[in-house]
Nanobody
Framework: QVQLVESGGGSVQAGGSLRLSCAASGFSRRCMAWFRQAPGKEREGVAAISFGGDNEYYADSVKGRFTISQDNAKNSLYLQMNSLKPEDTAMYYC??????????????????????WGQGTQVTVSS
């Protein structure tokens, strides 16, 4: 059974940091990604990583501030978020592309490519 469980969200002041985690089970060797959705806004791809970590992809809005990583031994995905801004406030979701093994399909921050999703973890950044 495919399962993705996010954790690590919370409330932080602008300029602060958070580290999100995603525990995955029921699959392996897939491209994985983080998405977010703020109230009243469309879902946005934040970052993606190919299996093995050879390729990472970031939205322009988070480049230089967020880092995606994975622990293949634990089948876990992480998102280190630094220099957080109020506009980063959103529900953050972990996702896996079950359609192919290894690499990320193009464009990698497109939600329709990902067939498995977690329930989300809330991140709130106050000014």
């Amino acid at each position: 059974q495919v399962q993705l469980v996010e954790s690590g969200g919370g409330s932080v002041q602008a300029g602060g940091s958070l580290r999100l985690s995603c525990a995955a089970s029921g699959f392996s060797r897939r491209c994985m990604a983080w998405f977010r959705q703020a109230p009243g806004k469309e879902r946005e791809g934040v970052a993606a990583i190919s299996f093995g970590g050879d390729n990472e992809y970031y939205a322009d809005s988070v480049k230089g501030r967020f880092t995606i990583s994975q622990d293949n031994a634990k089948n876990s995905l992480y998102l280190q978020m630094n220099s957080l801004k109020p506009e980063d406030t959103a529900m953050y979701y972990c996702a896996a592309d079950l359609g192919v093994f290894g690499g990320c399909r193009w464009p990698p921050l497109t939600g329709r490519l990902y067939g498995a999703w977690g329930q989300g973890t809330q991140v709130t950044v106050s000014s």
